[in-house]
């Protein structure tokens, strides 16, 4: 298995990608919900257009890795950080902190001041990472998802 993993910038051949590797995922441990299928089936539209980032991790030609960040309405947050997801044979090695690293460094070059994510602490490995990358949870925020039960913040 090669090993030259490379964090890029989402381009339209990856559009299956994007969605195979988060679908595998949420499948493993909950189930699709209305929000991921308006996110996953039209990235350009729901991610891209509204102001919002995708990054891949590509181990040569094939994508192994991704990540999302959607704008939000500033209040209070700017930015969510969504759809990270792995392939599992790439698990540990080390390129969702990567991932995670990366989408930090694009939100505040758009000038983000603040990150927002939603997860489930089922994913105890991911909650890890967050926590690694400075992410802290938060109360009482709402959640459009029936997985969520957990929220957790960036400020920069």
């Not at 988060?22 to 991921?36: A, C, G, L, T, V």
């Not at 044979?89 to 694009?106: N, P, Q, T, V």
């Not at 105890?124 to 929220?151: M, N």
Request: hydrophobic share 40%; charged share 25%.
């Amino acid at each position: 298995m090669q090993r030259n993993i490379q964090i890029i910038n989402y381009a339209t051949r990856y559009r299956s990608d994007f969605k195979s590797i988060n679908q595998q995922w949420i499948e493993q441990y909950f189930k699709m919900e209305e929000s991921d299928y308006k996110s996953l089936d039209h990235p350009e539209d729901y991610v891209l257009a509204n102001g919002g980032a995708i990054l891949m991790a590509v181990d040569g030609e094939k994508a192994v890795g991704t990540v999302a960040l959607i704008k939000m309405d500033g209040k209070p947050y700017d930015f969510e950080l969504a759809k990270m997801g792995v392939l599992p044979e790439y698990h540990g090695l080390g390129i969702g902190f990567r991932l995670g690293e990366a989408i930090i460094e694009k939100a505040k070059t758009i000038g983000a001041r603040n990150l927002y994510l939603e997860s489930n602490t089922v994913l105890a490995p991911a909650i890890h990472l967050y926590r690694k990358l400075g992410f802290v949870e938060v109360k009482d925020v709402y959640s459009p998802y029936t997985r969520c039960d957990i929220q957790m913040e960036l400020w920069f």
